[in-house]
């Protein structure tokens, strides 16, 4: 399944996105194109629902999902999320 989403900067965000939703057994495989703001997802079932659910909490929601406020609170996010992604390149 592919999923568009916002505030995907770099290979940082790319690295969170990644070990965010493998944390879920279910997810065999997690690839992201940072240039297009696109995350592929292979899981053994459709949970779809739960992964936007979890992208959206690591501050990267799906494109045209989120306005105002909560688009502000989950760009915040995303710069975080990206920070640590950038810290877990350097291991």
């Excluded at 703001?37 to 992964?51: K, M, P, Y």
């Excluded at 979890?54 to 990267?60: A, C, E, F, Q, V």
């Amino acid at each position: 399944m592919t999923i568009d989403v916002e505030n995907i900067k770099c290979g940082g965000c790319a690295g969170s996105i990644k070990k965010g939703l493998s944390e879920d057994p279910r997810v065999q495989s997690v690839e992201v194109d940072v240039a297009e703001g696109r995350v592929s997802v292979e899981a053994g079932e459709d949970i779809r629902a739960e992964l936007v659910a979890r992208l959206t909490k690591l501050g990267y929601p799906e494109k045209g999902s989120v306005e105002g406020m909560q688009a502000l609170k989950a760009k915040a996010k995303s710069f975080v999320s990206c920070a640590v992604g950038r810290m877990g390149d350097d291991k």
